[in-house]
C-alpha cells in the first residue's frame, strides 16, 4: 500500500535493524548510548530485550518508536522505513513509555477517546472503542474517576489501553511492570500473554531475569548499547553447560579463585563482587572436591550453593558483572 | 485538513481541562478586575499632568492593561506544559499521528480564547467608568490582542520544552517579561519617561503595540502606529510559532 512496505525483507519479519546507533552529546563529550544494533522480531512473538538501567533499553525503543532520531543505521519497522516514512511507523505501532504518558487531571475514558480520536476515529467509533478498551482492561469501574486517583496497576493498564487503541501490529512496552506490586506484575504477564495470543507482536524492555524468562518468546542482552546474546532463554542458558556453584569465602578470594581455576572439572570461574562463581559440570561431585580443596588450602568457606544455570549466569559470562546486582543497586 | 481537525481536537482538550477547573477560571475573570478596581482610580489624577496623553485615564489605561493582560496572561501557560512533559503526556502524543504544529496551535488557540473573554470583561467593566470605544477599534483591539497571546504563549512553550523544569522556567519568565512591561508604556505613558528611558523603549516591540492599542482607543484606527503595531506583532507571532511547532516535533532526549 505504501511505499515503506516494499522496504520489509521478510513478511514475517516486524522489526530489522540494521547497526542501529544514538549517540548523545554532554558536556564531555558524546556518549554512545547505543553502539549498533542488528535485531530481528518476528511476527507474533514476544520479544524481550533484558539489559540494566542505562543499558541503552529505553534509547533504542524510543528510536524505533520515531521519538528519537537514530545517529545512525537503519531499521524497518511494521513494513515502514524509520527514516523515510516515520508517519507510516506511527500509525502502525503502539508504544507505552515506562512513566506512562496520562494526565492525573484527566479521566481515563476521556483519555481514551481522545487517543482515538488522534488515530482518525470520529466521535462515536471513539467512545465505542474506549468503551470496548475499559472492558477488556477491566477497568470499567475506574473509567470516569481521573487518573491522579488511579492505582499503579491501573495506570499501567490505561497506558496499555491506549497503546492499543488503534488495533497496532506492534505494540512496544517499556519496562512495562517496574514498579508493579507482585499481584499487579502477574495480571500484566497475562495481559501481554493475552495479547500476543491475539496475534500481536509484543517488544518489550526488562531488567527483571524472571520476566524475560517467563514471559518472551526470545530475547536479546543488551549492555552498554550493545547486545551480547540473543536467543530464547533455554538456547541462552544451554550456552552455559553444567551447573553454577556459587562460594562466599573469607580470606584470600584471589588466591582462592586461582587455586579453583587449575582444577579440572572447573570450566570457569570469576569473582563478582565478593562471589566467586564457578562453571562445572557436574555440581553434585564438584562440591564436595571444592570443599576438600578449600579446607586443604586452610581457607574459610562461608557459604556455597548449586544453581542450574539462570538468564543471570548467560549475562554475567557476556557481560562479567550481574544483572541482578546492577538492577537492584539502580532501582 | 487533517491539520486543521487535529487543532480543533487538540484545542477541545485544553479548553476541557480550563473549564473543569473552576479556580483557573475564577482567577481568570478576577484578575482583570483587580487592575481595573485598584490600579485604575490612580491615573484620574495623574491624568492632569503635562505629558500625558490625551483621552482620558481610561482609555489610556486600559489599552495598556489588555496588552499586559495579553503578556501576562500567556506567559505563563508553559508551567501546564512542563507538567505534561514529566506525566510523558507530551511523548505520548508525539508517538501518535498527530501534527507537530497542531500540540501548538490547539493549546495556543485555547489560551488566545481565554485572553479575548477576558479583554471583553475588562472592557465590558470599564465602560461605565467612561472607557469609549467603537465596535470597529474593539475589533481590531481583538485581534492585536490575539496576535501578542499567540506570540507569548508560542515563546512560553518553547522555552518550557527547552528548560523542562519550573525552577529554571519560572525565574526566566519573571525576567524577561518584567522588562518588557516596564519598558512598553503599560503602567504609565513612555511619554512621561526621560529620553534615554524613551530610547531603550524604542527596541521594545510590546512598546509598538501599546501605541497601537491606545491610537485604537483613541479611534485613531487610521493611524501608522496601529498598522505598525499590528504587523510587528504578526511578524514576532509567526516567528515564535514556527519555532515553538519545531520544538514540538523534535525530539527530547
Given at each position: 500500500?505504501?511505499e ?17 546507533r ?25 520479544f ?63 483519555e ?38 488511579y ?8 497506558d ?44 518489550l ?112 559470562r ?14 | 485538513?487533517k ?27 478576577i ?9 485604575a ?7 492632569k ?205
Amino acid at each position: 500500500m505504501t511505499e515503506g512496505q516494499k522496504i520489509a525483507p521478510k513478511a514475517d519479519t516486524v522489526i530489522e535493524t540494521r547497526g542501529l546507533r544514538r549517540t548523545f552529546k554532554s558536556r564531555r563529550g558524546a556518549v554512545e548510548a547505543v553502539a549498533g544494533i542488528d535485531l530481528a522480531v518476528t511476527k507474533g512473538e514476544v520479544f524481550g530485550f533484558l539489559g540494566p538501567n542505562g543499558a541503552g533499553k529505553t534509547t533504542t525503543l524510543r528510536m524505533l518508536a520515531t521519538l528519537l532520531p537514530p545517529s545512525g543505521g537503519e531499521a524497518t519497522v511494521a513494513g515502514c522505513d524509520l527514516r523515510a516514512d516515520p508517519a507510516g511507523v506511527r500509525e502502525r505501532i503502539g508504544y507505552v513509555a515506562q512513566a506512562g504518558g496520562t494526565d492525573p487531571q484527566v479521566t481515563g475514558r476521556t483519555e481514551l477517546q481522545f487517543q482515538a480520536r488522534l488515530y482518525g476515529m470520529n466521535a462515536v467509533a471513539a467512545r465505542e472503542r474506549a468503551t470496548e478498551i475499559l472492558a477488556l482492561l477491566e477497568l470499567e469501574a475506574a473509567a470516569d474517576r481521573r487518573t491522579g486517583t488511579y492505582s499503579g496497576g491501573q495506570r499501567r493498564r490505561l497506558d496499555i489501553g491506549l497503546g492499543l487503541i488503534h488495533h497496532p501490529q506492534l505494540l512496544f512496552l517499556d519496562e512495562p511492570t517496574t514498579g508493579l506490586d507482585p499481584q499487579s506484575r502477574a495480571r500484566m504477564w497475562d495481559e501481554v500473554r493475552r495479547l500476543r495470543e491475539g496475534g500481536m507482536t509484543i517488544f518489550l524492555t526488562t531488567h527483571y531475569l524472571e520476566e524475560a524468562d517467563a514471559l518472551c518468546d526470545r530475547l536479546a542482552i543488551i549492555d552498554h548499547g550493545r547486545i551480547v546474546a540473543e536467543g530464547t532463554a533455554e538456547e541462552l542458558k544451554r550456552q552455559i553447560a553444567g551447573d553454577v556453584v556459587t562460594l562466599g569465602i573469607s580470606g584470600d578470594q584471589d588466591a582462592a579463585l586461582a587455586l579453583l581455576r587449575q582444577q579440572p572439572f572447573v570450566r570457569e570461574a570469576g569473582a563478582d563482587k565478593g562471589i566467586i562463581r564457578l562453571y562445572v559440570d557436574r555440581g553434585e561431585t564438584a562440591m564436595p572436591a571444592i570443599l576438600r580443596l578449600l579446607d586443604g588450602a586452610g581457607m574459610v568457606l562461608e557459604t556455597i550453593a548449586l544453581a542450574r544455570p539462570s538468564l543471570d549466569d548467560v549475562f554475567l559470562r557476556q557481560t562479567g558483572h550481574s544483572l541482578r546486582e546492577s538492577g537492584e543497586a539502580a532501582a | 485538513m487533517k491539520l486543521l481537525r487535529d487543532i480543533w481536537l487538540v484545542f477541545q482538550r485544553y479548553l476541557g481541562l480550563f473549564i473543569g477547573n473552576p479556580v483557573w477560571v475564577a482567577v481568570g475573570v478576577i484578575q482583570p478586575l483587580l487592575y481595573l478596581l485598584l490600579f485604575a482610580p490612580l491615573l484620574k489624577s495623574i491624568a492632569k499632568t503635562p505629558g500625558f496623553p490625551p483621552g482620558g485615564a481610561y482609555n489610556v489605561f486600559v489599552p495598556g492593561l489588555l496588552i499586559q493582560l495579553g503578556l501576562f496572561g500567556a506567559s505563563g501557560v508553559g508551567f501546564a506544559l512542563i507538567a505534561e512533559l514529566r506525566d510523558g503526556v507530551v511523548e505520548r502524543l508525539r508517538v501518535t499521528p498527530v501534527s507537530r504544529l497542531a500540540l501548538l496551535l490547539g493549546r495556543a488557540l485555547r489560551d488566545i480564547m481565554t485572553l479575548l473573554i477576558q479583554s471583553l470583561l475588562l472592557v465590558l467593566a470599564a465602560l461605565p467608568f467612561g472607557l469609549n470605544i467603537q465596535v470597529g477599534g474593539l475589533l481590531i483591539m481583538l485581534a492585536l490582542i490575539a496576535l501578542i497571546g499567540l506570540l507569548t504563549a508560542s515563546v512560553s512553550y518553547t522555552l518550557a520544552l527547552w528548560l523542562r523544569s519550573e525552577d529554571s522556567f519560572a525565574p526566566l519568565l519573571f525576567t524577561a517579561t518584567l522588562p518588557l512591561l516596564l519598558l512598553s508604556g503599560v503602567l504609565l505613558p513612555m511619554s512621561l519617561a526621560p529620553t534615554w528611558l524613551q530610547d531603550v523603549a524604542d527596541i521594545n516591540p510590546l512598546a509598538y503595540a501599546v501605541n497601537a492599542a491606545r491610537a485604537i482607543f483613541n479611534n485613531h484606527l487610521g493611524d501608522a502606529s496601529v498598522a505598525k503595531g499590528v504587523l510587528i506583532m504578526a511578524v514576532l507571532a509567526a516567528i515564535a510559532v514556527s519555532m515553538a511547532a519545531r520544538s514540538f516535533g523534535r525530539a527530547i532526549a
